[in-house]
């Protein structure tokens, strides 16, 4: 729902999006950026799994942009609204 919610506001509006809700791992995050997020909040995690929970999804997150061959995390804010292989052009 979040994820959905993120990619609506981000055709709406061109002001920065706060991403929260249901991040419990790097997947998760890279989700709520490719939709349209600026930055990600982090809060259930913590509070069930400790403050470790947000090295864990840093790192989760790291490699999946590792795999896609992302330098920066702000590489794929919005990206999910790219026609494929249109990214950035």
């Not at 809700?21 to 997947?27: A, F, K, Q």
């Amino acid at each position: 729902m979040a994820v959905r919610c993120i990619y609506q506001c981000y055709q709406a509006v061109k002001i920065p999006i706060l991403g929260i809700g249901g991040v419990s791992c790097g997947e998760d995050a890279a989700e709520l950026l490719l939709a349209g997020a600026t930055l990600v909040g982090v809060g259930s995690a913590v509070h069930s799994r400790g403050i470790a929970a947000l090295g864990q999804i840093r790192d989760e997150l790291a490699q999946f942009m590792l795999a896609e061959d992302f330098g920066r995390a702000a590489e794929l804010v919005g990206l999910a609204h790219w026609p494929a292989g249109m990214a950035g052009s």
